[in-house]
């Protein structure tokens, strides 16, 4: 397996712009979630999803923050409108273990918002 | 509040020393506690875990010590290696539930 995949691995975008950042979970891993790196908040984890559906979405900074999953080998993570604060590397991982004991992570995307 | 504290940013060791990497939570419902490790530009990758009911697991070079009492875990690497410069991140969940990170330590061995 190719492990997770995130694309684009840089977005530079203006302020006030839509972003949108996407993941290919492990194929067969039914959790999937997004975190987001920055210096001053480590890597803090924004939603999950199980099984499609949303479990937790706490972390979400904002209404301008969404995400989906419309199906088993896709979510999208999409900020609207986009302001420089948000700039940071934004990581999707996914899991098969119910315990979640251990989640394998892409490469991240590095958002730049100008 | 942050649940999870790496109090300490940064550690610089010497190849062949002991680098020990501190973690303290407050919640003592954590089931598993792990710990990840990051190079620049990656994902950060897997590196060690152990199970509330345990208070020591190794693996080659790293053991991961938990002390539920005073609710802090530890990462002991022996001997580092220059290889091992990288952050590490300490990890807790409940089952079923997201794993939550500390801020991270950036370890830096020189040779």
């Known amino acids: 397996d190719a492990g997770v995949i995130q694309s684009p691995r840089h977005e530079v975008t203006e302020m006030g712009q839509e972003v949108t950042l996407r993941c290919k979970p492990i194929?067969?891993?039914?959790?999937l979630f997004w975190y987001r790196q920055t210096m001053m908040r480590g890597l803090e984890l924004l939603i999950y999803?199980?099984?499609?559906?949303?479990?937790?979405d706490s972390g979400m900074p904002e209404d301008r923050f969404s995400a989906k999953m419309p199906n088993a080998s896709f979510s999208t993570l999409k900020i609207q409108p986009s302001e420089p604060r948000d700039s940071a590397v934004y990581f999707c991982?996914?899991?098969?273990?119910?315990?979640?004991?251990?989640?394998?992570f892409g490469q991240g995307t590095r958002l730049t918002v100008v | 509040d942050q649940q999870v504290k790496q109090n300490s940013p940064s550690l610089s060791v010497q190849e062949g020393r002991i680098s020990i990497l501190n973690c303290d939570y407050t919640?003592?419902?954590?089931?598993?506690f792990l710990w990840y490790k990051k190079y620049p530009a990656e994902g950060p990758t897997f590196l060690i875990s152990?199970?509330?009911?345990?208070d020591k697991n190794e693996d080659g070079r790293f053991t991961v010590f938990l002390n539920k009492s005073a609710k802090h875990l530890s990462l002991h690497i022996v001997p580092s290696q220059p290889g091992d410069s990288a952050v590490y991140f300490c990890?807790?969940?409940?089952?079923?539930?997201?794993?939550?990170f500390g801020k991270g330590t950036t370890l830096s061995v020189s040779s």
């Open positions: 991982a996914s899991t098969d273990d119910t315990m979640n004991t251990e989640a394998f």
């Open positions: 194929s067969g891993h039914d959790y």
């Open positions: 999803f199980n099984n499609n559906v949303p479990i937790d």
């Open positions: 919640n003592s419902m954590f089931d598993y």
């Open positions: 152990i199970s509330s009911i345990k």
């Open positions: 990890a807790f969940n409940q089952a079923g539930t997201a794993l939550i």
